[in-house]
Antibody, heavy 115, light 109 residues
Framework: QVQLVQSGAEVKKPGASVKVSCKAS????????INWVRQATGQGLEWMGW????????GYAQKFQGRVTMTRNTSIRTAYMELSSLRSEDTAVYYC????????WGQGTLVTVSS | QSVLTQPPSVSAAPGQKVTISCSGS????????VSWYQQLPGAAPKLLIY???KRPSGIPDRFSGSKSGTSATLGITGLQTGDEADYYC??????????FGTGTKVTVL
């Protein structure tokens, strides 16, 4: 069965960077884009961008341009999302999700930004 | 941030029906498929409907989707206490960005 398993919770100080991983199994990793979506506590879903695991091509939401980097390691079927220059407003649960249909989601990774 | 508008909440008694609207524009819903997601408390979103009205394997036919113009609708019939959750619509925009709705909380009275 399709699974996306994300790395564990992180606590970061303002100005630092965080890198979240998303390990895929149960399907051909390079056949589906990976999206990253975040959700602040009590808030809605916010799309951050996508990455094509085959080509490495990316597309980022304008809001995160210059601060987010999405990469992958195809040998271990893992996608990564790195967010830099963290501020308190970046405190949220970060999800990876598969494909154009955004059909399968990881379990989420809580990133807390606090001094 | 959300460009798709949903009602904040809907409610009904067990066994009844609810509908959730999702309003967008020609740059998103009007020209792209709509998906619907259910998010139970403390859990990741789960796909309920894709390509406007298709249900993934395992999703009961109590859940249905439709679209007309720049709006989409999720229907839930035979409401159950386990359906209490937040529901989001989602689609793609002409700028190749994904967009989500503001979210609707379903309460079973």
């Amino acid at each position: 069965q399709v699974q996306l398993v994300q790395s564990g919770a992180e606590v970061k100080k303002p100005g630092a960077s965080v890198k979240v991983s998303c390990k895929a199994s149960g399907y051909t990793f390079t056949s589906y884009d990976i999206n990253w979506v975040r959700q602040a506590t009590g808030q809605g879903l916010e799309w951050m961008g996508w990455m094509n695991p085959n080509s490495g091509k990316t597309g980022y939401a304008q809001k995160f341009q210059g601060r987010v980097t999405m990469t992958r390691n195809t040998s271990i079927r893992t996608a990564y999302m790195e967010l830099s220059s963290l501020r308190s407003e970046d405190t949220a649960v970060y999800y990876c999700a598969r494909g154009l249909a955004v059909d399968y989601w990881g379990q989420g990774t809580l990133v807390t930004v606090s001094s | 941030q959300s460009v798709l508008t949903q009602p904040p909440s809907v409610s009904a008694a067990p066994g009844q029906k609810v509908t959730i609207s999702c309003s967008g524009s020609s740059s998103n819903i009007g020209n792209n498929y709509v998906s619907w997601y259910q998010q139970l408390p403390g859990a990741a979103p789960k796909l309920l409907i894709y390509e406007d009205n298709k249900r993934p394997s395992g999703i009961p036919d109590r859940f249905s989707g439709s679209k007309s113009g720049t709006s989409a609708t999720l229907g839930i019939t035979g409401l159950q206490t386990g359906d209490e959750a937040d529901y989001y619509c989602g689609t793609w925009d002409s700028s190749l960005s994904a967009v989500f709705g503001t979210g609707t909380k379903v309460t079973v009275l």
